[in-house]
């Protein structure tokens, strides 16, 4: 394959900042599954069919691609909430009343829900059933080596739903997907018949959006949830995971309810940006900086 040609290093304008110390947690904290720490560092990913560099230069955050194209920036703008609009729903949130969310917020500054396209989400989180985050990594890069079409040196795209449809028991093997592959495959043979399943998804209202993608195989309650927040951006979805159910009940003294029930909680409690505090209490209790 060709050898990557990078652009130069140019600052990447965000209205607010990801802080140096947020940004592993921004880039590699479960959100998405497509980067890794290349060098001490240096971040790399991959976005549609662009590979992409992000490093700290002292205190300006500086970005690098394989594609100068426009419409690459503009991906990049959306992909990292540039305008900020995220932030300004943050400051919307029950911080100042609520203590919990107060200490997870100074955990993280700057923490914000990266903007992936759902076909990416989608089979990001049918892999995630009980694995850890680096698991998951693992078998989305195993996917695209096997099933997607190459960029340049070790760097290919996530590969279509046809792809994963009539690939063969032997190629989703060498995956380590273990059961997974059937709800890959099973979501597959339902979506190439679907090819603008994406716009019709975009238009459902939200606890529709939820529930449609609940009929695709292996996507339960969590998956859907998360699918809906990460791939179509809807900041009032809330993902209740076993992090969750840790924060709920034990900082929050939501002892006995169930998860149907912790997630009403999350969008009462929270509002327009429960997906925001949601992903906040998730990284500041998976890194233990909640103390709970």
């Known amino acids: ?4 040609r990078w652009t130069t290093w140019r600052p990447l304008a965000l209205q607010y900042p990801i ?19 290349y060098q001490e560092n240096e971040w790399r990913g991959v976005i549609g069919r662009a590979v992409v560099r992000l490093r700290y230069q002292g205190a300006t955050l500086e970005w690098s691609s394989s594609d100068d194209s426009v419409a690459l920036i503009e991906k990049l703008n959306d992909y990292f909430d540039a305008k900020g609009a995220q932030a300004k729903l943050v400051e919307k949130l029950p911080w100042q009343s609520d203590t919990v969310l107060y200490q997870a917020l100074k955990a993280y500054p700057g923490l914000r829900i990266l903007r992936q396209d759902p076909h990416e989400t989608l089979i990001g989180f049918l892999c995630s059933s009980n694995k850890r985050i680096q698991q998951i990594r693992t078998m989305v890069s195993s996917l695209a080596q096997t099933l997607g079409e190459p960029i340049a040196e070790d760097y290919y795209t996530l590969p279509s739903w046809s792809a994963i449809a009539q ?3 032997v190629q989703l093997k060498s995956c380590a997907l273990g059961y997974r592959a059937n709800f890959l495959q099973g979501t597959a043979q339902k ?3 679907r090819p603008d399943w994406e716009n019709e998804f975009r238009q459902l209202p939200t606890r529709e959006l ?12 969590k998956v859907a949830a998360c699918v809906t927040l990460f791939g179509f951006g809807r900041w009032e979805s809330f993902p209740v995971d076993t992090w969750m159910v840790q924060v709920l009940t034990q ?3 939501l ?8 997630e009403m909680f ?6 327009e940006a429960a997906g925001i505090a949601q992903q906040y209490l998730f990284a500041s209790a998976r890194t233990g900086r909640l103390g709970i």
Do not use: C
């Open 167 to 169: 690939a063969s028991a």
């Open 210 to 221: 939820i529930e449609t993608l609940q009929t695709l195989p292996g996507v339960g309650p």
């Open 266 to 271: 999350g969008r009462a409690h929270f509002g």
């Open 191 to 193: 979506l190439i018949d």
């Open 251 to 253: 900082a929050y003294g």
């Open 19 to 37: 802080p140096a110390l947020t940004l592993p947690e921004q880039l590699d904290g479960g959100q998405a599954f497509r980067w890794r720490l």
């Open 1 to 4: 394959m060709p050898s990557l």
């Open 255 to 262: 002892q006995g309810y169930s998860a149907k029930q912790l």
